[in-house]
């Protein structure tokens, strides 16, 4: 399974945009790349999924090298709810159940 | 109204007991998932099922048990054999193909 890279925090203000950049060296050519978003005591959520170039969704964007040896997730204008932890997940090939190994994850702190 | 419910939210336990969470499902997904996560720390993976009867240990599987004798559910047990079961229990499920999004439960938080 490929291991992720993240940073353990981040602080930000409101109406900034956020980017959290993911590393994922040894990544597979049938690998997804997956964010996710939880708050405290509870599951995660799923936030956006791409495997290259860029995905965007009404709630973030997804930015992937050709490389694809990282990814940015990117949250515009973010607000004091988006404080959460964000993980990045890679994985998801055919057949693999174990597409969801989770990392420690980014803890985002957005600030007033 | 579809999704994944975990019981209970709050379990309290004496040491030397087993305890079982439950974890039901009605989403039709053939992929469940067992996650442990301890206070600021990522997921870990405890145990995984791609189909009934059968699953896989995930990274810390000793001192619990899993069945999955119906497509729907899929319980956790916690044996006395778990030295530190003190933590927040998380269960997922999603359908088994390239990417596929997890739905997770609320959670439930063990206490010893």
């Known amino acids: 399974l490929a291991k992720t890279t993240q940073p353990i925090s981040m602080d930000s203000y409101e109406g900034q945009e956020v980017n959290i950049t993911c590393s994922h060296n040894?990544?597979?050519?049938?690998?997804?790349i997956t964010w996710y978003q939880q708050f405290p005591s509870q599951g995660p959520r799923f936030i956006i999924q791409g495997y290259k170039t860029k995905v965007t969704n009404e709630v973030a964007s997804l930015f992937i090298p050709a490389d694809r040896k990282s990814s940015t997730l990117s949250l515009p204008r973010v607000s004091l709810s988006d404080t959460a932890v964000y993980y990045c997940l890679v994985g998801g090939s055919p057949g693999s159940a174990r597409q969801l190994t989770f990392g420690s994850g980014t803890q985002l702190t957005v600030l007033p | 109204d579809g999704g994944i419910t975990q019981s209970p939210k709050y379990l309290f336990r004496k040491e030397g007991q087993n305890v079982t969470l439950s974890c039901e499902q009605n989403l039709n997904h053939d992929a469940m998932y067992w996650y442990r996560q301890d206070p600021g720390q990522g997921l870990r993976l405890i145990y995984y099922s791609q189909i009934v009867n059968d699953f896989q240990k995930g990274d810390i599987a000793e001192g619990y048990s899993v069945s999955r004798e119906k497509k729907e559910s899929f319980p956790l047990t916690v044996t006395s054999a778990q030295k530190n079961p003190t933590a927040f229990y998380l269960c997922?499920?999603?359908?088994?193909?390239?990417?596929?999004?997890?739905?997770f439960g609320h959670g439930t938080r063990l206490t010893v």
């Open positions: 997922a499920s999603s359908i088994i193909t390239s990417g596929a999004e997890a739905f």
């Open positions: 040894n990544i597979a050519t049938n690998d997804y």
